[in-house]
């Protein structure tokens, strides 16, 4: 902003430089805007157990190179690892087979 309104006058003036004399004759800083949260809305917390799971994926890798997946299913209120499915790939039929036998002990999450 600062060089927009000095450039005219000094031509041959360098954004660098304006920036160098503004710090050095300590003058305001630029406040720069924060985009604002639009459309989503933040999680609430779970108030109950089996309410909330969380599936997330966390990669390994072993001594001879080979990587691993595993497919963590967490209870958020209780924070109780619910399953942990470990391979080297993971079509989405075995996640939903991990899935189907969890609701069948444990009935789905609210």
């Known amino acids: 902003m600062a060089h927009a309104l000095v ?4 031509a041959p003036l360098n954004v660098k ?5 503004w710090k050095e004759e300590k003058l ?3 406040k720069r805007f ?3 949260r639009t459309g989503s809305v933040l999680p609430l917390a779970p108030s109950a157990p089996n309410e909330v799971w969380c599936l997330d994926f966390c990669y390994d890798t072993c001594l001879n ?3 691993l997946k595993i497919l ?3 209870d958020e209120f209780t924070r109780e690892c619910l399953a942990l499915e470990v391979g ?3 079509r989405s039929l075995k996640v939903q087979q991990t899935l189907a036998r969890l609701f069948s002990q444990r009935g789905a999450p609210k």
């Open 34 to 36: 924060r985009k604002k």
């Open 17 to 21: 430089r304006v920036r160098r004399l």
């Open 65 to 67: 190179r080979t990587k």
């Open 28 to 30: 305001g800083r630029i």
């Open 72 to 74: 963590t299913i967490i």
């Open 88 to 90: 080297t790939t993971f």
């Open 7 to 10: 450039k005219k006058e000094f």
